[in-house]
């Protein structure tokens, strides 16, 4: 058992002789004791080092998933009701907006929107729980317009069709989106002497929402096309600047010939409406709206001409040809909803995601 020990080296011993033997050497024995501090004091700092930059390392990555985080919750989200070919998405995409729900229950409309836009497409929007639905920022309604359209037999609610805003006002009750966007067509402020317009204006009131709205005309910015659209947009729970001028589109004016749009020498310097049906009525005839004169040869629109004509390039299009006139007739024209996603970054306090 060891009882003395050197002070200076460390080494023990059993006996008191040997020890102070050890003590009297000519020779000092070694300072073990400095060195071995000097050891444990540098093996200290390599673990201090070691830790230190592990810590930083941490920081760095908690930083970028709080960054990421943070990046998330600045992206606007909307859903896309009465999809169709997806107007809305093609326009939103552009501005860093995220659809989280789309829905419609024509199935060449709904492969297309999964084709172009890899989202598959929900069916009828009456089976469709509002609960269920993630929160999201923006409401996108273009909901039938048959109801109150000249084309239709202007019956406004009293047609099934013309139910589907009660439908709408589902989600918005349940849901509470900072802003909702209708879309239907002029002649819906009119019908039922406004009675049919002014109800809808009304429940969105009734929900707290500030109300403007405007008819857009596709001629005036940048499309050559007679195609009019009403636009009802509400606010709620969203800090909106100007809401007076919202609507206050100049900066978008722009207006082109059909000659200069389609690169053909059309007679007519803007194009009828896009329409659903009556195509290859006689040129004369005043239900004609795809025949023209080129060149003094009658010529007629193609499902190019005609997706050109709704401000869609590049898109995937797939069905019969039937099947796409009719999503061309339906759907609205991307201009249109460019436009308001523009202006929704403009004057509110969202942000474009670009």
Known sequence: MVKYS?????????QKSHYDSHNRRKTPCANNADKI???????VEKKLTEFNKNLIIENEDI???TEAVEQQSKVVKYIDLFCGMGSFHYSFEKLGFKCVMASDIYTPAKENYKKNYNIDVLDDICDIEPSSIEPYDI????????PFSQAGHHKGFKDDRGTMFSQVMRFVKTNVPKIIIL?????LLNHDNGKSFTKIKTDLENEGYNIVYKVLKCSDYGIPQMRKRLFIVGFKNIQVTSLENFFDLNEYYKTITLSQYLGKNFKKDIAYTLRCGGKHSPIDDRHNWDGYWVD????????????????????NFIGSTNEKWKMLGNTIPTIFTEIIGKQIIKHTSFESNM
């Open 6 to 14: 050197c002070e200076r080296c460390g080494k023990g011993f059993t």
């Open 37 to 43: 501090k000097e050891l444990v004091d540098k093996a």
């Open 63 to 65: 930083n970028v998933n």
């Open 139 to 146: 409401l996108c309604a273009g909901f039938p317009c048959q």
């Open 183 to 187: 879309e239907n067509v002029q002649a």
């Open 296 to 315: 003094d040869k009658e010529y007629r629109l193609t499902i190019d001409d005609g997706l050109k004509l709704q401000g869609f390039n590049n898109y």
